[in-house]
């Protein structure tokens, strides 16, 4: 069991580096605990498993506010108001050729590359964008110098099928 948690401890200490959420690294830190705890008694599986909920549950609930907060502030970058209210209204760069629902495209935002759909015409590639809507991991977006009035009243826009059949509740 031991080389499972090193396995499932290292997977989700990658997975951390990669989207900087903190909630894969309380994780990762939970499997751990879990293999020190298998080195010293292989066969207390359910001692194991306890150790890993609970130094997750702990990560989560106690450590994750203060490492994100710490972290997002020694970055300088703005922290968002939960996971996807902070990123309507955000301008961002379209990476290639964005369509509709069925025509998925990219756009950076704050250093990262997002799913995009457009909310109205096709955009081209290197056209600055706003955020006007998050469906799951796909951002709805329209050109900058398309927004003639406040992007306050674009903030729902008409609704579309979710992409891939992505969970539209947020």
């Known amino acids: 069991m031991l080389i499972a948690w090193l396995v499932i401890g290292i997977a ?17 830190i939970g499997a751990l605990g879990a293999a020190v705890v298998a080195v010293f008694f292989p066969e207390a599986i359910a001692v194991q ?33 939960g996971v996807h209210g902070g990123l309507i209204g955000q301008e961002a760069v379209a990476l290639d050729e964005i369509g509709g629902p069925h025509s998925i495209g990219h756009v950076r935002l704050a250093g990262e590359r997002w799913l995009a759909v457009s ?21 709805t977006v329209w050109p900058v110098d398309a ?23 947020n």
């Open 119 to 139: 909310g109205g015409d096709t955009i081209a590639e290197g056209t600055a964008v706003v955020v006007t809507a998050v469906r799951g991991t796909t951002l």
């Open 12 to 28: 989700l200490l990658l997975f951390e580096l990669h989207h900087m959420a903190f909630y894969a690294l309380f994780g990762g």
């Open 147 to 169: 927004l003639d009035a406040p992007i306050a009243p674009m903030l729902d826009p008409p609704q579309h099928d979710a992409p891939d059949g992505a969970d539209r509740s």
């Open 49 to 81: 498993v306890a150790v890993a909920v609970v130094l997750t549950i702990v990560g989560v609930a106690f450590a994750r506010p203060y490492v994100s907060r710490v972290f997002h502030r020694h970055r300088g970058e703005q922290v968002a108001r």
